[in-house]
């Protein structure tokens, strides 16, 4: 029997029965323009925006923390984001057993003023990545930032940062 | 003739009659403080954050998407911080032609809490770079973010991060 | 008598007489989840979202700008933040002799939608760093953005991406 310190991230990801989208199908960037969803120089990796959103457009929980959202459902978001990340990253890196280390993560939390609990959010796109890449590679350096509004009432969007095992053309 | 496949960057820009702010005359930083208008460490390039302001501080559209701006006010505001980025990628690498690609940007909006098209506006800083770079080099990862206020009423601010053809030293 | 210009920078803040919190005791990430402070790669130094908060959880000026704070607190808020992001340093490079320099930097203010001294804020970040490395080192690029509300209602909270003067195993 296989344990998170044993199994790969690809393996991890079947253990826990993750869905992740194929961001290569429909190809990524359709819904908010022409846009990419990554840049790599070097072993560092920037993902674009991410949202919530499956690809076909629908939303987890729009709406706002404070008001017509719980904490739990803005952390389910977040750990759909964190899984639509888990797709971004294939895309980028063909595999995620290719991800040597989460860097860091700022999460845009659409609150009110009077919300202050903005970590219990965000802690679940840590979480997931935690899950599925354990301690070593899976722990991430972490803002949370309430914000007014997103794109399509989306209730919070991921600015992920990561490191890969090798460079694009050796390295 | 030329066109955009054939055109460089800089040509791109004489074409299509883009006014680019010079950065070095007056020194870029007076009016915000003390502060560095970007950092370069090998191929990767940051630029601190940028208005859609004139050198003079004359601001384009100030105020807020979904109450006295609308989206197409917002999307002008957008394409003119484009066009600043390009003085300030001018400022760090001497010349538009020695950017390799645009990485991602995010692009901080103010905007009230029903609002709800910011990809809309965020689109007039992606569309300008990928009509002066292309798709190869012009085309970035994005995410527009709602927020309450900026600095002297400006609308939106961009935060970029880019990649040149080398390194400062070499490589 | 030492100079800025002579001093190294842990020799500056003891003249200046900082008390910069050691991240190492009690460990960083306890009180917000499972969280790393910085990541590194190659000479790219990318530290965790940093406020202004004692090591036991007490905040300096919690509130928003605009409403209950003045922009005095919030200067004071952000150059709190900024000796923490010192002590942040030292955990991600063992001194602060072994920054090269300060990239850049986003403060993340809580504010109303009438605020627009942000940069006024801001800078209480950024002076504090040209006052311990100086120009050439401590100047950095920055952008100051308006948001609704923090985690545990710190006023504001600072993204933080630096240059070491090596890479981890050399470089």
Chains 1, 2, 3 share one sequence.
Request: one cysteine or more.
């Amino acid at each position: 029997m296989s344990t998170r310190s044993e199994a790969s991230p690809e393996q991890r990801v079947v253990e826990l029965g993750l869905e992740i989208p194929d961001y290569r199908d429909p190809p990524y960037g359709g819904r908010y323009g022409r846009l990419k969803a990554y840049h790599r120089i070097g072993k560092l990796v920037m993902l674009g925006g991410i949202t919530p959103e499956e690809r076909d457009g629908t939303r987890i929980h729009p709406g706002r923390l404070g008001e017509d959202l719980t904490v739990e459902q803005g952390y389910e978001a977040a750990r759909k984001a964190a899984v639509n990340c888990l797709g971004m990253t294939r895309l980028a890196l063909g595999s995620l057993d290719e991800v040597a280390s989460l860097a860091r993560v700022q999460c845009f939390i659409v609150a009110t003023p009077d919300f202050d609990q903005h970590h219990l959010v965000g802690a679940g796109m840590t979480d997931l990545w935690l899950d599925v890449f354990g301690e070593a590679a899976g722990m991430a350096g972490r803002a949370d930032i309430g914000v007014v509004s997103l794109s399509n009432k989306n209730c919070l969007e991921l600015w992920l940062t990561l490191e890969s095992k090798s460079a694009p053309g050796g390295g």
